[in-house]
């Protein structure tokens, strides 16, 4: 592997290009372990969210 750093992020151009936005897991762990999960749940994020960000993102680097 090269010692190569771990994706951590979401490629904002991908996900506009494409149209395919990330998918969330709604559930959270409990506070005790060995419980399980509160809530469950799977949803789409907003696409408005990455054009938004991609559009932020070009004017800070001065990209028109």
């Given at each position: 592997m090269d010692y190569l750093g771990v994706p951590t992020g979401i490629d904002i151009r991908l996900v506009v290009e494409t149209g395919l936005a990330p998918t969330i897991n709604t559930g959270i762990a409990h506070k005790e372990p060995g419980?399980?999960?509160?809530?469950?749940?799977?949803?789409?994020a907003p696409m408005a969210c990455f054009e938004q960000a991609l559009m932020a993102f070009a004017e800070t680097v001065g990209v028109s």
């Open positions: 419980v399980g999960q509160v809530g469950a749940g799977v949803v789409r």
